[in-house]
């Protein structure tokens, strides 16, 4: 009896069987014809990774065991010992932390150029072996915008490549390739699941060449996901849409009532006019602004931070993003700790701010817990 799911089962092994020698040689022959073992592929995996493919536009994809993994994959597509990287001075704290302490050892240098540079004047930080640029579409956590037309053109009239990590976007809000990216990344954990129960990752390519390549590293580095968390991904990404234009609006509420009070020295969100990126976010975004909302206490101090922290219910601490369900993160204390202070300093990640996670709850509900949490300041 045949049997037709609409939804992919979960193939939850680790071994698929082969009948004799013949099949066999026909998996080493014709690559994607059937399966082997789930670290080389998996049906949920492949799955995931066609899906986010189709999404962004690209050729093919790797989904990984994290977001981790899925930035040391996309940095090995390219690079090997003696090469150089260029990144944004505005990334996410893992990533350099990935870049300073562990490629280093293994001869992979960086530069850090900042963001007001990334399209103007990266000539300036090259390298004879200088081999891509990695910056994120929204930056984490004061996000701000790249513009990824200007970049890919700067970065592909120096040879290299660019690598952009859209995690805090999705492809709902923007699509790389569309602005000549060469890779884009995303930590699935956060908006393409949604739901703060996954932990994954994801690598797109925008060429048949660099798909292979990815397959290649999660094979042999062991990063492939898992059938049940790839499973649950693709089951999160269904609702991407919905979920992003519920975190958008909820978002801008938010950014607004935060810009209003007086308790608010400064806010960090693209929909604001005032925001120096809004009219780039607005035709880059198709005119969303994502679910992330920074912002700096006009007490800059981490005694105010534990205060609003303690007075609001709808906003627990819990440092990382995107979930349906609002939460705040701490970025000095947590996603760039390793930064020295005069690193966080520079960057404007200071004591008093406080990145929200804005979710799909009735945006009337986090309004008013917000209200009251500043008020008590």
Same mark, same amino acid.
């Given at each position: 009896?045949?049997?037709? !799911?609409k939804?992919? !089962?979960i193939?939850?092994?680790?071994?698929?069987?082969?009948?004799?020698?013949?099949?066999?040689? *026909?998996?080493?022959?014709?690559?994607?014809?059937?399966?082997?073992?789930?670290?080389?592929?998996?049906?949920?995996?492949?799955? *995931?990774?066609?899906?986010?493919?189709?999404?962004? /536009?690209?050729?093919?994809?790797?989904?990984?065991?994290? /977001?981790?993994?899925?930035?040391?994959?996309?940095?090995?597509?390219?690079?090997?010992?003696?090469?150089?990287?260029?990144?944004?001075?505005?990334?996410?704290? /893992?990533?350099?932390?990935?870049?300073?302490?562990?490629?280093?050892?293994?001869?992979?240098?960086?530069?850090?150029?900042?963001?007001?540079?990334?399209?103007?004047?990266?000539?300036?930080?090259?390298q !004879?072996?200088?081999?891509?640029?990695?910056?994120?579409?929204?930056?984490? !956590?004061?996000?701000?915008?790249?513009?990824l037309?200007?970049?890919?053109e700067?970065?592909?009239?120096?040879?290299?490549?660019?690598? +952009?990590?859209?995690?805090?976007?999705?492809?709902?809000i923007?699509?790389?390739?569309?602005?000549?990216?060469?890779? +884009?990344?995303?930590?699935?954990?956060?908006?393409?699941?949604?739901?703060?129960?996954?932990?994954?990752?994801? +690598? +797109?390519?925008?060429?048949?060449?660099?798909?292979?390549?990815?397959?290649?590293l999660?094979?042999?580095? /062991?990063?492939?996901l898992?059938?049940?968390?790839?499973?649950?991904?693709v089951?999160?990404?269904?609702?991407?849409?919905?979920?992003?234009?519920?975190?958008?609006?909820?978002?801008?509420?938010?950014?607004?009532?935060?810009?209003?009070?007086?308790?608010?020295?400064?806010?960090?969100?693209?929909? *604001?006019?005032?925001?120096?990126?809004?009219?780039?976010?607005?035709?880059?975004?198709?005119?969303?602004?994502?679910?992330?909302?920074?912002?700096?206490?006009?007490?800059?101090?981490?005694?105010?931070?534990?205060?609003?922290?303690r007075?609001?219910?709808?906003?627990?601490?819990?440092?990382?993003?995107?979930?349906?369900?609002?939460?705040l993160?701490?970025?000095?204390?947590?996603?760039?700790?390793?930064?020295?202070?005069?690193?966080?300093?520079?960057?404007?990640?200071?004591?008093?701010?406080?990145?929200?996670?804005?979710?799909?709850e009735?945006?009337?509900?986090?309004?008013?817990?917000?209200?009251?949490?500043?008020?008590?300041?």
């Open positions: 009896m045949e049997i037709h !799911p939804i992919t !089962p193939y939850q092994t680790s071994v698929f069987k082969f009948e004799d020698l013949n099949e066999l040689e *026909l998996y080493f022959g014709e690559p994607g014809s059937r399966y082997l073992y789930s670290r080389n592929g998996n049906p949920n995996s492949d799955e *995931l990774a066609e899906a986010l493919t189709r999404l962004e /536009g690209g050729a093919g994809a790797v989904a990984t065991g994290s /977001g981790m993994a899925a930035i040391f994959a996309a940095l090995m597509t390219y690079c090997a010992a003696g090469d150089h990287v260029l990144c944004a001075a505005d990334i996410y704290g /893992g990533s350099s932390s990935l870049l300073n302490q562990e490629l280093s050892r293994l001869g992979i240098t960086v530069s850090y150029v900042p963001f007001e540079e990334l399209t103007t004047n990266l000539a300036a930080y090259m !004879p072996r200088t081999r891509l640029l990695l910056c994120e579409t929204i930056s984490n !956590p004061l996000l701000r915008v790249a513009d037309r200007a970049a890919a700067a970065t592909h009239a120096l040879g290299l490549k660019l690598v +952009v990590d859209n995690t805090f976007a999705s492809p709902v923007t699509r790389p390739f569309e602005h000549g990216a060469d890779l +884009v990344m995303h930590s699935v954990t956060k908006y393409v699941a949604g739901h703060s129960d996954v932990t994954a990752g994801a +690598v +797109v390519a925008r060429t048949a060449e660099d798909a292979a390549r990815l397959k290649q999660g094979t042999l580095f /062991g990063l492939t898992s059938p049940m968390e790839s499973w649950l991904a089951r999160g990404l269904k609702t991407l849409r919905l979920r992003m234009e519920a975190h958008c609006r909820n978002a801008q509420a938010v950014a607004e009532l935060l810009a209003r009070h007086p308790a608010v020295g400064e806010v960090f969100y693209p929909g *604001l006019p005032q925001h120096p990126q809004h009219a780039l976010a607005a035709a880059q975004g198709a005119g969303q602004f994502g679910g992330m909302v920074s912002f700096r206490l006009a007490d800059d101090t981490t005694e105010a931070v534990s205060r609003f922290m007075a609001s219910q709808r906003f627990p601490f819990a440092p990382s993003l995107a979930g349906v369900d609002s939460s993160s701490y970025p000095a204390g947590t996603s760039h700790r390793a930064l020295s202070e005069e690193q966080r300093q520079e960057l404007g990640i200071t004591a008093g701010l406080v990145r929200l996670s804005v979710g799909i009735p945006a009337a509900e986090l309004l008013l817990d917000l209200q009251q949490a500043l008020d008590k300041k």
